[in-house]
């Protein structure tokens, strides 16, 4: 099994950036796809970007397309997540998230693909 702990949230004003970290202990993380999900209050779990084990292809959500870039270090069994031009509408609990190895997975947006996830960590950004 692998484990995932995010870092790097906080607060933040509209317009600033933050850079989320996924960190993976147990199993390397290479053959892994991996996604960021985020759960605001009172809403249900919403997909942000997700990147693919073979060729690192990356998807993302319409709403924070051309804001965030996720990207991986195989190296360091670490996941990232660039978040610019943050908008209020952007805070919410993000959760790294990791399929079984090797999986091939038919919808990279839907939050059922994965099989691990962190713990979440708190994005909070002020209008």
């Known amino acids: 099994q692998v484990q995932l702990v995010e870092s790097g949230g906080g607060l933040v004003q509209a317009g600033g950036s933050l850079r989320l970290s996924c960190a993976a202990s147990?199993?390397?993380?290479?053959?892994?796809?991996m996604a960021w999900f985020r759960q605001a209050p009172g809403k249900e779990r919403e997909f942000v970007a997700a990147?693919?084990?073979?060729?690192?292809?990356?998807y993302y959500a319409d709403s924070v397309k051309g804001r965030f870039t996720i990207a991986r270090d195989n190296a360091k069994n670490t996941m990232s997540l660039q978040m610019n031009s943050l908008k209020s509408e952007d805070t919410a609990v993000y959760y790294c998230?990791?399929?079984?190895?090797?999986?091939?997975?038919?919808?990279?947006?839907?939050?059922?693909?994965?099989?691990?996830w962190g713990q979440g960590t708190q994005v909070t950004v002020s209008s």
């Open positions: 990147i693919t084990w073979s060729i690192s292809n990356t």
């Open positions: 147990g199993r390397t993380i290479r053959t892994y796809a």
């Open positions: 998230a990791a399929t079984q190895p090797l999986k091939i997975i038919s919808n990279m947006r839907s939050g059922r693909e994965y099989d691990y």
